[in-house]
């Protein structure tokens, strides 16, 4: 049975999430919301109207857990108009390709202009591959769209597809995320991170920034976020952005830490003190092979 539902219960990140960890292969439609009159209880008990699914705004597939290809609805994904797009060809290549191309699969058109020299094999596969997350990074400000999830379904064989590791997707959309929404995700800056089991599998290919990779270093169960901010000069904003990120990711856990202490409070006459903070706890086992290239920045 196809996985249903709507994005105002199970977002894209989450979606993408399950793809990548069950290492899933399929299409994820996701539909043009239509809201009827119908009231319906959500997940947490709000009533909300029902939404129905109208025509096909965007199909997104998977394989073995990668990301491959993202089309539009409103939009034309010929290899020329993508092409077009990257900047690798002008409107009026562009206008011919695509009517001298008609009968001609992608691959066949983009053999084609290969040995014609309009564009090398790389042209081709990055102009995709960035056509298809700017398509997956607009789809994760969706909100309420109906989706089915059609398990094992391909797209035409006739398609160019590039596999684009999908942490590193996830990665990327919780860096677009506003600065007030991961504040939701972590109201204590005093809980504390540690890693999942496993962790060198799923750090093995996915791309973090230099901040990320300084978050990483400070990461053990004795070190609060707040102490972890602190050793990166990181403000508060700064921090929240980057641990939703890893959290995003599915690279870190929240935990509390073992020995948290409380904040002072404020002193006679309206002055405070900080509580005394124990020294940042740095561990060199896992971490340490994990955050080897950071010390190359």
Not at 96 to 114: C, Q, T
Not at 191 to 209: I, N, Q, T
């Amino acid at each position: 049975m196809p996985l249903k539902g709507n994005l105002a219960d199970f977002s894209i990140t989450q979606i993408l999430n399950l793809i990548n960890l069950a290492k899933k292969t399929g299409i994820l439609h996701v539909y043009e919301p239509i809201v009827t009159d119908e009231t319906i209880r959500d997940g947490t008990g709000q009533e909300r109207k029902k939404v129905m699914p109208g025509e096909e705004r965007a199909t997104v597939a998977f394989r073995d857990g990668k990301l491959i290809l993202a089309t539009m609805g409103n939009q034309d994904g010929h290899l020329a108009n993508v092409l077009q797009k990257a900047g690798k060809l002008n409107i009026q290549q562009a206008r011919v390709i695509r009517e001298r191309g008609k009968k001609y699969s992608d691959k066949a058109l983009a053999l084609m202009l290969i040995n014609a020299n309009y564009a090398t094999q790389q042209d081709v596969v990055r102009s995709i591959k960035q056509y298809t997350l700017d398509i997956v990074y607009d789809l994760a400000n969706w909100e309420q769209e109906p989706f089915v999830l059609d398990e094992n379904a391909a797209p035409s064989p006739a398609r160019i597809t590039v596999p684009i590791d999908l942490q590193n997707v996830i990665m990327e959309i919780g860096r677009r995320k506003d600065g007030d929404e991961p504040g939701i995700e972590l109201p204590n800056l005093d809980m504390a991170l540690k890693f999942p089991e496993d962790p060198g599998e799923k750090f093995r290919r996915v791309h973090l920034s230099v901040e990320e990779w300084r978050v990483v270093s400070f990461i053990n169960p004795n070190n609060s976020i707040r102490q972890i901010a602190k050793a990166c000069n990181m403000t508060e904003t700064e921090i929240r952005r980057v641990v939703y990120s890893l959290l995003n990711a599915g690279l870190v856990e929240l935990m509390k830490p073992p020995t948290s202490k409380q904040p002072a409070r404020a002193a006679a006459g309206g002055k405070s003190r900080s509580a005394a903070q124990p020294p940042i706890t740095v561990k060199r086992s896992v971490v340490e092979r994990l955050i080897a290239k950071i010390k190359e920045t």
